[in-house]
């Protein structure tokens, strides 16, 4: 295995960065390896997410676990904001991840990546690649690409947290919700009865005032 010491940006403003590897980013490597080590400048978090990509497609990454803390052989420079300034920060100790390798179908580029979360919201993603140019090794007996993805916990804590299978559907509305505005209500029939029973009064009325403009002169005459 080669070790080696990757470039990080200066300013690095996030926290967490990945520090060294091993294999180092664009080294070549002869012999066989079991594990691609990673340092970071903080401990990844137990919900961290990490693979290995042979150059065939497949994934050859078996599972990863958390390494003894060491000094790293060169500091880090990484920024906080202080009272409205960025101040550096040199990180001395790097926190080790060993991702472990399944197996090397073929030489050529491998292409690792991590996914995490530092302790102040950070994002921690990225990745870096070698080239292997040693035999090649045969699979382990029943092995599966792995086809794992970032777990929920990852994606909550970077605040993309999705919607649990399991929520509980809206309640319905109640039944006496607003009518939608374009509804119509449907137009009452009339009934013709109720016409009848103010109009035959009103035409008796008429009738006898018709009556006594005509009987009333003519009793006048006679009497006359």
Known sequence: ????????????????????????????????????????????AAFAHFTITAPTGVR?????????????????????????????LLYTTGYPVN?????????GTYKVTYHSVA??????????SFI??????????????????PKPELLAAE?????????PAPAPAPASAPVPAQARPEPVAQDD???????????LIVALGLCALLVVPQLRRRKS
Do not use: C, N
């Open 1 to 44: 295995m080669l070790a080696g010491l990757l470039a990080v940006p200066s300013p690095a403003l996030a926290h967490g960065t990945l520090a060294t590897s091993t294999p180092a980013q664009g080294s070549t490597v002869s012999e066989r390896i079991d594990a691609v080590s990673m340092s970071f400048t903080e401990k990844p």
């Open 60 to 88: 050859v990454d078996a599972g990863w676990s958390h390494g003894e803390p060491a000094q790293l052989a060169k500091p880090v420079r990484e920024y906080q904001l202080q009272d409205g300034e960025w101040k550096p």
């Open 99 to 107: 991702v472990a390798v399944s197996h090397l179908p073929a030489p």
């Open 119 to 128: 302790s102040d919201g950070d994002k921690v993603k990225g990745d870096f």
């Open 132 to 149: 292997y140019e040693g035999a090649v090794t045969p699979a382990p007996p029943g092995w599966k690409a792995p086809a794992d993805q």
């Open 159 to 167: 605040g993309h947290a999705q919607p649990s299978a399991a929520a």
């Open 193 to 203: 009865s109720s016409v009848w029973t103010w109009l035959v009064p009103v035409l």
